[in-house]
């Protein structure tokens, strides 16, 4: 977005840019599950989840999330959780990746596997920006009207993905990237340049350190992507 009148600089944003923030939750089928637009560009992406709604709501488990159950050729329960990057704090509900690129060969893979699953979330972001053109240009409105042109966005998204009689001219075949034995093959989002270029990546800041519980709900899960009944088997030429 351009420099807000009088409000520059609490809108200036790591990158030397004004923007505010959209934080999302995004499902398999690249739905927004839920979203929060509005914070201004200088606070972090940890930040703005500590002070959103969906924080709370699941630190006090008041969305009624499934019950643990084991994995696929497992017997021990896992928790369902919420992928994120590396910019949030790890918790018993919320994965993200180990930190650093000197990492041991299985904590690599499951950052492979994280960072696959976290494609989906950049694909719905790719199409709404590909299909809704306002957003590949800094906007001169107000952060008040931005906010709502956003959250229309995300709503007609949502709309034109899931009815019948959209979704095939909304989310056309090849729109998504999709993979051939772990090879990319680009969406067509991506032709042309690279629409989501003016969504500017949050800043990863300083988390606290991680409970025990948290720490063993991610071993689980890397323990899981490397057993016979959870990898993949070209995840191994990734890492």
């Given at each position: 977005?351009?420099?807000?009148?009088?409000?520059?600089?609490?809108y200036f944003n790591y990158k030397g840019t004004h923007s505010i923030v959209l934080l999302a939750l995004v499902d398999a089928k690249y739905k927004f599950l839920y979203v929060d637009v509005g914070c201004n560009g200088r606070i972090s992406d940890g930040g703005v989840y500590a002070i959103c709604s969906l924080s709370r709501a699941l630190e006090n488990n008041m969305l009624n999330m499934p019950k643990p159950r084991p994995l696929p050729g497992e017997s021990e329960d896992a928790p369902f959780v919420v992928i994120a990057?590396?910019?949030?704090?790890?918790?018993?509900?919320?994965?993200?990746?180990?930190?650093?690129?000197?990492?041991?060969?299985?904590?690599?893979?499951?950052?492979?596997?994280?960072?696959r699953?976290?494609?989906?979330?950049?694909?719905?972001?790719?199409?709404?920006?590909?299909?809704?053109?306002?957003?590949?240009?800094?906007?001169?409105?107000?952060?008040?009207k931005f906010k709502k042109i956003v959250l229309a966005i995300c709503s007609l998204h949502n709309f034109l993905l899931t009815q019948k009689s959209s979704a095939y001219l909304y989310a056309q075949?090849?729109?998504?990237?999709?993979?051939?034995?772990?090879?990319?093959?680009?969406?067509?989002?991506?032709?042309?340049?690279?629409?989501?270029?003016?969504?500017?990546?949050?800043?990863?800041?300083?988390?606290?350190?991680p409970s025990k519980t948290a720490k063993e709900v991610r071993e689980q899960f890397k323990n899981y992507f490397v057993s016979k009944h959870g990898e993949v088997a070209w995840q191994y030429k990734y890492i």
């Open positions: 977005m351009k420099a807000p009148r009088n409000k520059g600089s609490l990057d590396d910019a949030f704090a790890l918790t018993s509900y919320l994965l993200k990746p180990f930190p650093f690129k000197n990492q041991p060969g299985f904590n690599r893979v499951f950052n492979y596997r994280i960072s699953a976290r494609r989906v979330v950049e694909n719905a972001f790719g199409l709404i920006s590909a299909r809704f053109r306002v957003l590949r240009r800094p906007i001169d409105l107000p952060p008040e075949n090849g729109i998504f990237d999709t993979e051939n034995d772990g090879n990319v093959i680009n969406g067509s989002w991506r032709n042309g340049g690279n629409p989501i270029a003016n969504m500017v990546p949050l800043q990863t800041t300083n988390v606290r350190n």
